[in-house]
């Protein structure tokens, strides 16, 4: 499996993928995809999806799906892990998402639960908190720690 940034040859893939598992497609674009991730298994299928969707200075995971044959493997877990990469090379602290789902899945890969009070104002704003996911999802943030320095194995050997 290989993570890659997604392109627009991949639009109609992640539409269906998003369709197929009820997450929201109305909103899908080329531009809003520049943000996403795909994962493809050896033969180049797609086979996981995921993104990151810029509102001001927040930042919103979204679109997170992985084929049905495909899970359990990690693959989301590891999608995640890239796009909190890309969020925190951005600069940026926390990611927000919601879901209806996958509340579970995201507690064990660090995010919480918050009141929609607790969520920044652009994020409540977004097409996504306001219309496109039903009033019942969960709000979840996860605070990125900042790398400070290298892992402690990377680290030059001195004497
Ligand atoms: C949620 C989803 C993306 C997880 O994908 P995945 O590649 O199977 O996840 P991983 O293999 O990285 O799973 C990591 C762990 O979470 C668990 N897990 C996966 N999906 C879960 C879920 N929906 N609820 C609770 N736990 C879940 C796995 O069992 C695994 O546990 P382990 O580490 O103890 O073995 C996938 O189930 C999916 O596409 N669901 C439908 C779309 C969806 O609901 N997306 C969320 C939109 S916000």
């Not at 995010?111 to 969960?138: G, I």
Request: charged fraction near 25%; charge should be positive; hydrophobic fraction near 45%.
């Amino acid at each position: 499996m290989q993570i890659r940034i997604a392109d627009e040859a991949d639009l109609s893939t992640i539409k269906s993928l998003l369709g197929t598992n009820d997450l929201p497609v109305a909103d899908i674009s080329k531009a809003l995809i520049a943000g996403f991730l795909v994962a493809e298994d050896a033969s180049g299928l797609v086979i996981g999806i995921g993104g990151l969707e810029q509102l001001g200075s927040s930042v919103l995971l979204r679109s997170l799906a992985v084929a049905p044959e495909a899970r359990g493997l990690g693959i989301a877990s590891a999608l995640v892990a890239r796009l909190e990469d890309n969020a925190r090379a951005c600069g940026r602290q926390d990611v927000w998402l919601l879901t209806t789902t996958a509340e579970r899945f995201f507690e064990r890969v660090g995010y919480k639960n918050v009141s929609r009070e607790e969520v920044h104002r652009e994020v409540r704003l977004s097409r996504q908190f306001a219309a496109l996911c039903p009033s019942t999802a969960s709000c979840m943030r996860k605070r990125l720690r900042t790398a400070t320095s290298a892992p402690i194995a990377e680290r030059p050997l001195s004497n």
